[in-house]
């Protein structure tokens, strides 16, 4: 079936989600938000971008912001325009999949809240972890949109790709995209991508890429060239680096040719000028780093999410110096694991486990966090290639991996979590529920009301921004947690510690003590599997750490007894720390 060549080119504006995550670790709050829904509004965008990926985190961790208030509050501004979020599939906008009643409750609530537009996806590509939550975006009645996960490998092909549209569009979607995360597509691929799909089914095709490499803009021409009918764009200010292109630019580029979007540049300038201010007050969080073309991306594969984020761990555990040791080791992880392509969460797990090979004194999967044990055990879904046989039994010691679709092992828990999320008081409507399950280590203090939201840094007025030192203002929440653990002072601005925190720090001891067991990196305590007394051997988990959004487990390094706990779940300790002793 082949696709006419539509004229019209369509623009998804990703301003209000994707740029912002990409250049400044998701951090634009609901507030600044609004007045420029308002002038989005006024535009005649296809969508706009607005919610969904890392938006639902880190309005709870690092923001103090509802994230379901937000979609109602920006719904009421896009009048006209529809709102477009992006859904990891099984994993909905969390780190992990989730049983098919919380899909089903997660997508109606999703829609009867305010979005029209779903792009659903999954990480590996296999179509299984998308199939129910698209079975749900078409009950609701929502557009729905796969996407495909574009990435380069030994493995992938364009006609892989091709065929992986034709199975979508015969699912039901209404519209293909090709999800280029990190930045990869070149312009000839882009081409035969593209044709190869409308040639291939009827369907309406969107192309989303990121300029980190800075082939983005060659790529999108040869797109509109090729008949592609949707563009995701961010407008200037939160533009390039790796973010999206320019949404003026291609606009304009377009004008009086067959593709013309329609769209006046009059409105469109005024979006502009309200992005400019925001970018004013935010601009001591952007990094030099994430604001620049590096072609290394065509080697590392990063998105350009995964990059902010990494300087942002690596700060907080006092390692930027090595970022560079971190970039050249994911690929190795990635080949390692069958060449997943790196999107949340696979780019999470594969970047993590790369920082903790480094951190590690070189020693590769010495410490492996939850989060690539199941993977490689296939509770994420069926690698694009087989995994390393050496690094699959490293990691699960002659364990046998799953084949069915992983959500097949997860029994429903909506109404058992309901009822606890209801005893602990959490519940003020039905939507703190799946906040509570997406994210139940940071949810209770956020539906409490006890959680604060990040201090923006100012510059200071004599003296330029210094945008590569200024996150380290970050520091602050790890992870989001309040019971910060020093005063990071920036120009302009600082951050007290709560006394709950000046008490944990007083009752952790640093520096070499006998039989102490050290952390080995800044994290929140997630749980203390052990108790005083205790007979352990070596090797046991004795404590989870929640870092870099990952699990990270702490084993005993002998056999002995524990003579001495120093911390309790919720403290967050800092690399060096001595977490008990074990004699």
């Known amino acids: 079936m082949c696709a006419a060549k539509s004229d019209t080119l369509h623009i998804t504006d990703t301003t209000l989600r994707d740029a912002h995550q990409s250049l400044i670790a998701t951090r634009l709050r609901t507030e600044d938000m609004l007045p420029l829904a308002r002038a989005i509004d006024e535009v005649g965008f296809f969508s706009v971008e607005a919610w969904g990926g ?98 380069t490998s030994p493995v992938h092909s364009v006609a892989s790709f091709i065929d992986m549209a034709e199975e979508l569009y015969s699912l039901g979607c209404d519209s293909i995209c090709i999800k280029d995360m990190a930045g990869l597509i070149m312009p000839h691929d882009a081409r035969d ?54 949404t003026e630019s291609v606009v304009a580029s377009v004008i009086g040719t067959p593709r013309d979007t329609g769209i006046d540049l ?58 560079e040791e971190v970039f050249q080791e994911i690929p190795r992880v990635r080949k390692d694991l069958g060449y997943p392509p790196l999107v949340t969460p696979t780019s999470q797990i594969v970047g993590t486990q790369a920082v903790f090979n480094v951190l590690m004194g070189g020693e590769r999967y010495r410490n492996v966090t939850t989060e690539v044990k199941d993977y490689v055990r296939g509770l994420y879904g069926r690698p694009p290639a087989p995994i390393s046989p050496g690094i699959r039994e490293l990691i699960i010691d002659g364990e046998e991996p799953v084949t069915v679709r992983p959500a097949d092992l997860l029994a429903p828990i909506y109404e058992q979590m309901r009822k606890e999320a209801v005893e602990q008081g959490l519940v003020t409507r039905e939507e703190d529920v799946l906040t509570y399950i997406l994210y139940p280590s940071v949810a209770p203090s956020f539906l409490r009301g006890e959680r604060q939201a990040e201090v923006i840094p100012k510059p200071a007025a004599a003296e330029p921004v210094r945008t590569a030192e200024i996150p380290s203002s970050m520091e602050v929440e790890v992870d989001g947690e309040i019971f910060s653990v020093r005063i990071v002072t920036v120009e302009g601005s600082s951050v007290t510690v709560p006394a709950a925190a000046s008490a944990a720090r007083e009752r952790i001891p640093r520096g070499d003590v006998a039989g102490g067991v050290k952390s080995n990196m800044q994290g929140m305590v997630l749980q203390v599997l052990t108790q005083k007394g205790s007979a352990v051997r070596k090797g046991d988990t004795l404590i989870v750490l929640e870092a870099m959004k990952m699990e990270n487990p702490i084993r005993s390094p002998r056999d002995g007894r524990v003579e001495e706990i120093f911390v309790n779940a919720g403290d967050v300790v800092q690399n060096g720390d001595v977490l008990m002793i074990i004699e």
Not at 222 to 244: C, E, H, K, R
Not at 282 to 307: C, H, K, N, T
């Open 54 to 151: 890392a938006t639902f985190d880190s309005c709870i961790r690092f923001l103090n912001d509802d994230p379901w208030e937000r979609l109602r509050m920006l719904k009421a501004e896009l009048r006209r325009t529809p709102i477009q979020m992006l859904l990891r599939g099984q994993n909905l906008v969390g780190y992990r999949h989730y049983p098919d009643d919380v899909v089903e409750r997660f997508v109606e609530a999703s829609a009867k809240n305010g979005v029209d537009i779903f792009r659903v996806f999954d990480a590996l590509n296999d179509v299984r972890n998308m199939k129910k939550a698209m079975e749900e975006v078409r009950n609701v009645g929502a557009h729905l949109q796969g996407a495909i996960s574009y990435t």
């Open 266 to 323: 009059l409105p469109l300038r005024n979006v502009r000028n309200v992005c400019r201010e925001m970018r004013e007050k935010y601009e001591p969080l952007f990094s030099a780093i994430a604001d620049r073309v590096d072609l290394d991306v065509l080697i590392y594969q990063l998105p350009g999410g995964m990059i902010s984020n990494l300087i942002s761990q690596l700060k907080e555990q006092d390692a930027l110096d090595r970022l």
């Open 193 to 246: 991508l593209i044709t190869g799909i409308k040639e291939t089914v009827d369907v309406r095709v969107c192309l989303h890429s990121h300029c980190t490499s800075g082939v983005a803009p060659l790529s999108y021409q040869a797109a509109i060239d090729a008949g592609v009918d949707i563009l995701d764009t961010a407008m200037s200010p939160f533009a390039l680096g790796t973010s999206q292109p320019p």
